[in-house]
């Protein structure tokens, strides 16, 4: 079910995407050239106007459905649970840190160049 709504959104996604591209641009954005501004008359609501209305509504329903599913499916589980593998506080409580303690490396200096050793080029 959730792999249908999300079909269903990605084809609303691109259809509203389509729609918003197809509308007469009025020029200025957020009605600014229209000079009257909220109070002038607004002229009648076009075809594509609606279906873009339409489109996002139905854009933002799916959207809140597949937030719903996603959450009803991770409830009371957390991603480390699913993976199986501890927490890093509970990594630094068993003594398996992630960083390693270098007081006890034995060499830290970079390898002897030996004669199997390539050759790196110096920089000057």
Do not use: C, Y
């Given at each position: 079910?959730?792999?249908?709504?999300?079909?269903?959104?990605?084809?609303?996604?691109?259809?509203l995407i389509?729609?918003?591209?197809?509308?007469?641009?009025e020029?200025?954005?957020?009605?600014?050239?229209?000079?009257?501004?909220?109070?002038?008359?607004?002229?009648?609501?076009?075809?594509?106007?609606?279906?873009?209305?339409?489109?996002?509504?139905a854009?933002?329903?799916?959207?809140?459905?597949?937030?719903?599913?996603?959450?009803?499916?991770?409830s009371?589980?957390?991603v480390?649970?699913?993976?199986?593998?501890?927490?890093?506080a509970?990594?630094e409580?068993?003594?398996?840190?992630l960083?390693?303690?270098?007081?006890?490396?034995?060499?830290?200096?970079?390898?002897?160049?030996d004669?199997d050793?390539?050759?790196?080029?110096e920089?000057?």
């Amino acid at each position: 079910m959730e792999n249908v709504i999300l079909i269903l959104h990605l084809l609303l996604a691109l259809s509203l995407i389509g729609v918003v591209l197809l509308q007469r641009s009025e020029g200025g954005g957020l009605g600014m050239g229209s000079g009257g501004g909220v109070i002038s008359g607004r002229s009648a609501a076009t075809a594509l106007g609606k279906l873009t209305w339409l489109l996002a509504i139905a854009f933002i329903i799916t959207s809140m459905t597949l937030t719903i599913m996603a959450a009803r499916n991770t409830s009371g589980s957390s991603v480390l649970d699913r993976l199986g593998t501890s927490s890093p506080a509970q990594r630094e409580n068993d003594g398996n840190n992630l960083i390693p303690d270098l007081s006890t490396e034995e060499n830290l200096l970079p390898p002897v160049i030996d004669d199997d050793t390539p050759i790196v080029p110096e920089a000057n």
